[in-house]
């Protein structure tokens, strides 16, 4: 649920006639994202987002994740689009934050992924690999490997309360993955976030990507981890081997593994999974009062984490060499 | 903010599937109403709204609000319409509650009305008592006169709290409003929350009038009055009498008062002043830990009562005799 700011019907008329769209109809808070106020804006050109940005992304950021919109949208991708202004600003400021118009997307997001939406999800995300290898603005992962030790530190003393020797568990996770995390993997941008909920499908076609607001460079193979962790676990969180085929021959297909990625996604997969872990543990132990959101277990990931752990190869995802 | 419930992609696409609106192409919670979900819902035919009653509406009382929809839709009310399902079905079910399909409507509701808004809300107003008038089904208003005291019976130990002497002046407002409330005025289906909020506008034009979850019936000046406590008081809580002149030039244009109603008006818009105080004061007084939604003060119906227990005629409102 997410509209953390209210806009007037004279402000919101004023920031449109900036636009091409023609007028306001209708604007209508929206429950989508967690960071932004997103509100469903009717005008006489059509429908479209306006996202707020608000506090937790970086004013910094926000050319990288639009002029990468653009960038994708040009080249076949289906994603959100900005809409630039008449003086051809894609980032504008209403009620007091930076503010954009984004094309709608159209399209659910699917609450059981079967397998022809792994499918579908790999040959999509291999897509947008590609795509954005031209893309020449650059935004390092602010939370790869480098920055899980820290994360990790302010964690740790409660760390057993969530599940015994968590704590220790992972300290020796990340001697693991820092002593082994592959370096000079094919990188470019990734998405970094590509849970069910950010890939909208119409039926079983997937209709596009959304929310970038993550999206970094980093290992191609790095972003496919995170859709095997984020796809392939089914609610008992039993491994899924088919779905992590599909999904893996969909990416393949589309864009062959080098022999070093086929090596690398264990780890990879390893390192994903302790992302989502720590990410999820910090957010556990510090539940503001009276908080809007419940916050996700983190000991959904500490399962996955043990389960890739366990993993021989990358045949054991369903991939062949 | 309003999406209490999820609904799957698969729960939706089999929901949709009754009606005759084409298959779905998107589903967006939105943050309209308090009571219900409410869901943005994109079809192959074009936008709707999508509302699951929640548990604060009596299902026995959704045929009365859909019917009442339909009613006025058809003669030329602008306000949501509900779609029927194929077998003619206006109600179904989805995720466990009760839910309907209601057309789209445009505009956004203004944050500060001004005297042109007073007029066109004064011209609906009164077009909808009318369009009501044939509409055979019978809503009792649960929020009138009679309901006041037990309602009030609740807080008045606390009362003191929220401002000094509050307790024993709501027992004197009790004691005269029941003494000289009002008998055989002209009545019919009254919306009884026409709050700002409830009412849309493109630019200056009236585009509709929504949320008839409170509809009932009653004296139709009563509405008036509610309106009057809704719209024309400035955030300094002062008694703007162009807007109250405007409103109700607006209403008595199209449905002129009767002389019963004429002198009633000042004692119903103290009531209606007090029916919003006491549903505030009671939310205000039991505010439940770590709650979504920052409840009303009831102090700014406070003033607003004493406001109109020192007005000597509707000649005070700006109406002529």
Same mark, same amino acid.
Request: net charge negative; proline share 5%.
């Given at each position: ?18 636009? !091409? ?15 932004? @106020? ?9 429908? +479209?987002? =306006? ?7 970086? /004013?910094? !950021? ?8 653009? *960038? ?5 991708? @289906? ?15 209403? &009620?007091?934050? #930076? ?24 040959? %999509? =995300?291999? *897509?947008? *690999?590609? %795509?954005?290898?031209? +893309?020449?603005?650059?935004?390092? $992962? ?37 002593? *082994? ?5 094919? @990188? ?16 079983? /076609? ?8 993550? &999206? ?12 095997? $962790?984020?796809?392939?676990?089914? #609610?008992?969180?039993?491994? $899924?081997?088919?779905?992590? /085929?599909?999904?893996? !021959? ?5 864009? #062959?593994?080098? #022999?070093?990625? +086929?090596?690398? =996604? ?5 390192? &994903?999974?302790?992302?989502? =872990? ?20 983190? /000991? ?6 043990? +389960? ?6 990358? @045949? ?6």
């Amino acid at each position: 649920m997410a509209v953390y700011t209210d806009v007037s019907d004279e402000e919101l008329a004023a920031f449109v006639a900036q636009y !091409d769209i023609g007028g306001v109809l209708a604007c209508k808070g929206i429950a989508e994202g967690v960071e932004n @106020s997103n509100f469903l804006l009717h005008t006489q050109k059509g429908y +479209f987002i =306006l996202t707020l940005y608000e506090k937790r992304v970086e /004013r910094s !950021d926000l050319p990288f994740f639009l002029e990468l919109m653009k *960038h994708l949208a040009a080249r076949g991708i @289906s994603c959100p689009t900005p809409v630039a202004s008449r003086e051809g600003a894609m980032l504008g400021e209403l &009620a007091g934050r #930076p503010a954009a118009i984004i094309g709608f997307l159209d399209g659910m997001w699917v609450r059981r992924p079967k397998r022809v939406h792994c499918a579908a999800l790999g040959e %999509a =995300l291999a *897509h947008f *690999h590609l %795509a954005g290898s031209d +893309f020449t603005m650059c935004r390092p $992962n602010a939370l790869s490997v480098e920055s899980w030790r820290p994360l990790a530190a302010g964690s740790l003393d409660e760390a057993d309360s969530i599940a015994e020797g968590l704590g220790a568990e992972l300290v020796a996770e990340l001697d693991h993955l820092e002593a *082994h995390w592959p370096k000079g993997l094919p @990188s470019g941008v990734i998405h970094a976030d590509l849970f069910p909920d950010n890939v909208f499908f119409i039926g079983d /076609r997937l209709s596009g990507l959304i929310d970038f607001y993550f &999206a970094c460079n980093d290992a191609f193979a790095y972003d496919v981890a995170i859709c095997l $962790n984020a796809w392939c676990f089914e #609610p008992d969180l039993s491994f $899924n081997v088919t779905k992590a /085929r599909a999904l893996l !021959d969909g990416y393949t297909t589309v864009r #062959p593994f080098t #022999p070093a990625e +086929f090596d690398s =996604l264990p780890l990879l997969a390893r390192g &994903a999974a302790l992302r989502f =872990l720590l990410t999820r543990l910090h957010d556990w132990l510090r539940v503001p009062e009276g908080a809007l959101v419940t916050p996700k277990d983190p /000991r959904e990931y500490l399962k996955k984490l043990r +389960f890739h752990q366990s993993v021989g190869s990358s @045949s054991d995802y369903g991939l062949d060499h």
